[in-house]
Each structure stands twice: as structure tokens, then as C-alpha cells.
């Protein structure tokens, strides 16, 4: 009775309960029990919406690699085919019967040519095509057999036309939608297209706002006006149309070009590239990528281009999680390429900044050894190697600028020992290399500057003469050839450059 009484006890919690010994039993299993500790598993990684994954590198050449062959060359001829049946459509209505030969004579009519003037027996690349009356297959084959076909190229031309504008502005699907016939406009430094955009403007009406147009972004939108005229009604302006009807009619707005786009790509049998649904706000995520990777100062280009804030940049710069090795490796590749070329330039005798002097003797010491007069593409890479090995390295300030100086050296930047501050990099730096292609861009510097110093010299204005001044002798420091020309050309950098002396 007394030890049920302790066990009831126990069990209520108001006892610990009793230790019992532990036995090994041979083979036995022991079941997990909730007390026991469990082995921790790890987090799954964290999805990615889909709509913001950017497209991969081999889909956007191919399929941009297409939309260029099939503007250049198949658009033209298609528009004038279907501009053609409108002329016998404006007769009056007629039935299936009538319609086939007058489509049959369409098509052997049209001069299928390409933009060179040869006859086009083929396409370069498969695109789904009509069989017959029940089968589609992907083919290579031109002229079409069926207006079928034809009405699927309109079709693709269309989204094609519409990726191209889409990978050149990194626009918003809404923003594209919203584009309009004669939205082109050719001001002095480019051509823009204007829009409206309702994303963080807290109008109802949005606001207007243009992107800088490529040109082949504005061939695209040229085409589309002319395919948009085929089936849009009388009096409406709208760029993007409907051309297969579902619930809206052929000629209405395109209200899904999501989907469009994602059977375009099933047509041009890209699917597998594409990695996943063609979402066409991809295109937005795929600019940003390749800007993040190639553009100088991308964060502050995006935020011109896309309208966002830099919250909102860094979003699309991160919504690729291997952007960070790809920066990092194209980076590393870069810096290797500029140390190949500096070295050829510290050879040739056309390196500057106070750099150059070590690292030629560098460079001559390889000759010495090799017997060579001058490096070769072997040579260079060697060089490359052995001074990295000897403690140089390659680290790029900003374009043609290298610093050569090692964490464990002493540098003006840092005031002392550590990593370089790229940000207060100094033309009298010992650790300063510079490439020979930026001695003309030194040169114009420099007298954009001079002009600068006497315009406001005669305007009074004393502390922007002090700021220009501090401009000219930071580039006049760089190159002593450009310096010498300057003094020949202009006696008002002589005077600065003796006053600075004093």
C-alpha cells in the first residue's frame, strides 16, 4: 500500500519520480520518448518566389539571341502578310472555305527574305509549327504550309518584342502594360520611352516617368506598333494586344502577358532553359543581376532605373542567393585581367603612378632570366604570378587605378597597417598603379577643370576655386607626360601648380 501511495505520488508530480538503475539489454531497441533529446535538424533553406528568380545566363542569350534574328529578319514579312488579309477582311466577311485559298495565295506572295536580301529556305532555330489539321511539331522548316503557323509567329513576335523592352528598362509588368503607341521620344543625350508608374507614388493616376531606351528595345517597340495596328480597334492607343481570344476579345489590351509569355517560350521550345515559370517580372530581376555583376556604382544606376529606393535595390540584387560568389569570382577575374594589363603597359614604359618603378624592375628581372626583350601572353601570366607571390598585390581603386599594397604594409589611406581604403586612395601613394588607357581621360580632366577654375574665377566664386583647385593638382599629380603637355598649353597651370609648391 505504502509504495502505490509513493508511486500515485510520483506520477502527480508532487515526488520526483524514482531513479531505477539502467540495464543493457543485447539488441535491444529503446523507442525515442517525447522527454528524450532528439537530434536537431536543420532549417530548410529559405524559398524563393519564383516571380523573383532571375533567368539564367544561357535562357536570356538564346531567347533574346531569337527575338534579334526574328526582328531583323521574319517580322516584317509576317506584319505585311496579315496587313495583307485585312485588305480582303475590309471586303466583307467570309467563311473558312473562302479564306483558305486567299491565305494560300498570301503566303506564296510574301518575298521571304532576310535582312541581307537572301531567300530564308529555313529558320536558324526549331519553333512549333502545324503539321497538319490536328498535330503541331517544333521545325526548322520556312516559308509556313498553314496560316496556323503564321498566327503563332504573331504571336511570339509580340512577347518577343515585349521581353526585349522588358530585359532593356527592367520596367514592372504593370508599367509595360501601361506603354502606348508613339510612347518614343529622341531627346539631345538618347532616346527614352515614357510610361506611368504607380508603384510608391500614392497617386490614383500614378506618375510619368521615362527609361532610357536601347536601341534595340526601340526597333521592338517599333515593330509593335506596326503589329498592334493590325488588331487594335480604331481610336485606341495601346501597345501590347490580344491576339488569341480567350474571355477578351482580339485587339483588347493584353491583360496577361505572364502566361503569354510562358506558352511563347513552350513555342520556341526554351522551356528547360527558362528554369522555371516565364514569369515576365523575372526580366526585372535578370537587368538587376547583370547590372549588380558588370555596372560600376550599381546600386545608385539601379535606383535610377528601377524607381526604387536602395531597400528595395538590395532586394533585387539579393534575390539571387550565388550573386555574392559570382560578384566575387567575376571580381577576382576582373582584377587578374587589369594586373595582366598593367603589367604590359609597366613593360611597354606607359604605366603610371609611383607603383610603376618597382614593378618594372620586377619585369626586368623576369626578361633577365627568360632572355627576353619584351613579354609575351606566357610571360605576362608568369609575371602576374611571381609578383603576387612576392607580395604584390592587384586591387582595383576604380577604373585604371590598381593598388598594390598588402594588408601587412603601411599605406597614406590607412595611416597604418591593415587593408586598403579605396576611398582615400592618393595620387602620391607609392602602392599607385595606373593603366595607361587613363592618361587621355587624365589629360580632358584636367581641362574640363582649368575651364571650370576660370569661369568661376570671374563669377567669385572663391570656395568652388579652392575645391577645383584641389581637383586639377590631384590629376596633374598623375602623369608627368600630361603634365608637361598642360604647362604648354594653358599658363594658368603653371601659375596653380607653383602656387601649390609654395
Do not use: C
Given at each position: 500500500m505504502a509504495v502505490n501511495l509513493l508511486v500515485e505520488a510520483a506520477s502527480s508530480g508532487l515526488l520526483p519520480p524514482p531513479a531505477f538503475p539502467l540495464t543493457s539489454v543485447p539488441n535491444a531497441k529503446v523507442e525515442e520518448g517525447y522527454d528524450q533529446e532528439r537530434t536537431a535538424r536543420k532549417p530548410p533553406p529559405p524559398r524563393i518566389d519564383a516571380k523573383k528568380k532571375p533567368f539564367p545566363d544561357k535562357f536570356v542569350t538564346e531567347l533574346l539571341s531569337r527575338a534579334f534574328w526574328i526582328q531583323d529578319n521574319l517580322a516584317p514579312s509576317v506584319i505585311q502578310y496579315f496587313d495583307a488579309l485585312n485588305a480582303f477582311e475590309a471586303e466583307g466577311a467570309l467563311n473558312s472555305d473562302q479564306w483558305k485559298p486567299i491565305r494560300r495565295q498570301a503566303i506564296d506572295s510574301i518575298d521571304w527574305r532576310d535582312a541581307k536580301g537572301d531567300l530564308i529556305a529555313e529558320l536558324p532555330f526549331p519553333i512549333r509549327q502545324r503539321r497538319d489539321q490536328y498535330k503541331y511539331e517544333y521545325s526548322v522548316r520556312w516559308p509556313p504550309q498553314h496560316h496556323s503557323t503564321l498566327r503563332l509567329v504573331l504571336r511570339v513576335i509580340q512577347i518577343l518584342n515585349l521581353c526585349t523592352v522588358a530585359f532593356c528598362t527592367a520596367a514592372r509588368r504593370h508599367e509595360l502594360q501601361g506603354m502606348v503607341?508613339?510612347?518614343?521620344?529622341?531627346?539631345?543625350?538618347?532616346?527614352?520611352?515614357?510610361?506611368?508608374?504607380?508603384?510608391?507614388?500614392?497617386?490614383?493616376?500614378?506618375?510619368?516617368?521615362?527609361?532610357?531606351?536601347?536601341?534595340?528595345?526601340?526597333?521592338?517597340?517599333?515593330?509593335?506598333?506596326?503589329?498592334?495596328?493590325?488588331?487594335?480597334?480604331?481610336?485606341?492607343?495601346?501597345?501590347?494586344?490580344?491576339?488569341?481570344?480567350?474571355?477578351?476579345?482580339?485587339?483588347?489590351?493584353?491583360?496577361?502577358?505572364?502566361?503569354?509569355?510562358?506558352?511563347?517560350?513552350?513555342?520556341?521550345?526554351?522551356?528547360?532553359?527558362?528554369?522555371?515559370?516565364?514569369?515576365?517580372?523575372?526580366?526585372?530581376?535578370?537587368?538587376?543581376?547583370?547590372?549588380?555583376?558588370?555596372?560600376?556604382?550599381?546600386?545608385?544606376?539601379?535606383?535610377?532605373?528601377?524607381?526604387?529606393?536602395?531597400?528595395?535595390?538590395?532586394?533585387?540584387?539579393?534575390?539571387?542567393?550565388?550573386?555574392?560568389?559570382?560578384?566575387?569570382?567575376?571580381?577576382?577575374?576582373?582584377?587578374?585581367?587589369?594586373?595582366?594589363?598593367?603589367?604590359?603597359?609597366?613593360?611597354?614604359?606607359?604605366?603610371?603612378?609611383?607603383?610603376?618603378?618597382?614593378?618594372?624592375?620586377?619585369?626586368?628581372?623576369?626578361?633577365?632570366?627568360?632572355?627576353?626583350?619584351?613579354?609575351?601572353?606566357?610571360?605576362?601570366?608568369?609575371?602576374?604570378?611571381?609578383?603576387?607571390?612576392?607580395?604584390?598585390?592587384?586591387?582595383?581603386v576604380r577604373r585604371g587605378v590598381i593598388c598594390t599594397k598588402q594588408p601587412g604594409e603601411f599605406g597614406p589611406c590607412t595611416k597604418t597597417l591593415g587593408r586598403a581604403d579605396k576611398g582615400s586612395c592618393r595620387s602620391t601613394c607609392t602602392h599607385r598603379l595606373e593603366l595607361a588607357a587613363e592618361k587621355h581621360q587624365c589629360e580632358r580632366q584636367i581641362e574640363a577643370v582649368l575651364e571650370l577654375i576660370t569661369n568661376a574665377t570671374s563669377a567669385g566664386q572663391t570656395m568652388v576655386v579652392e575645391h577645383l583647385k584641389g581637383q586639377f593638382i590631384y590629376e596633374m599629380e598623375r602623369w608627368s607626360d600630361v603634365r608637361s603637355r598642360i604647362f604648354g598649353r594653358h599658363r594658368l597651370a603653371l601659375e596653380l601648380w607653383d602656387e601649390s609648391s609654395v
Open positions: 503607341h508613339q510612347a518614343i521620344v529622341h531627346e539631345e543625350d538618347g532616346t527614352v520611352v515614357e510610361g506611368v508608374t504607380f508603384k510608391n507614388t500614392g497617386r490614383a493616376r500614378g506618375r510619368k516617368r521615362d527609361w532610357p531606351l536601347h536601341q534595340r528595345a526601340a526597333k521592338a517597340i517599333a515593330l509593335q506598333e506596326q503589329l498592334a495596328k493590325l488588331v487594335r480597334p480604331e481610336g485606341k492607343s495601346h501597345l501590347w494586344v490580344t491576339l488569341k481570344e480567350h474571355d477578351d476579345p482580339v485587339g483588347s489590351p493584353l491583360a496577361d502577358p505572364t502566361s503569354a509569355s510562358v506558352n511563347v517560350v513552350d513555342h520556341l521550345n526554351l522551356v528547360e532553359l527558362a528554369e522555371g515559370r516565364a514569369h515576365l517580372h523575372r526580366w526585372r530581376h535578370t537587368t538587376a543581376r547583370m547590372i549588380g555583376l558588370a555596372v560600376e556604382n550599381a546600386p545608385e544606376v539601379l535606383m535610377d532605373l528601377l524607381g526604387n529606393n536602395l531597400e528595395g535595390v538590395l532586394d533585387y540584387l539579393l534575390s539571387d542567393p550565388d550573386l555574392a560568389k559570382e560578384v566575387i569570382r567575376i571580381a577576382e577575374e576582373y582584377t587578374y585581367a587589369l594586373a595582366e594589363q598593367a603589367i604590359k603597359d609597366v613593360d611597354e614604359g606607359a604605366a603610371g603612378g609611383p607603383a610603376a618603378a618597382s614593378i618594372k624592375q620586377g619585369v626586368e628581372d623576369l626578361k633577365m632570366r627568360r632572355g627576353i626583350r619584351r613579354l609575351g601572353t606566357d610571360e605576362t601570366a608568369e609575371a602576374v604570378q611571381q609578383l603576387i607571390a612576392s607580395g604584390t598585390a592587384f586591387q582595383v
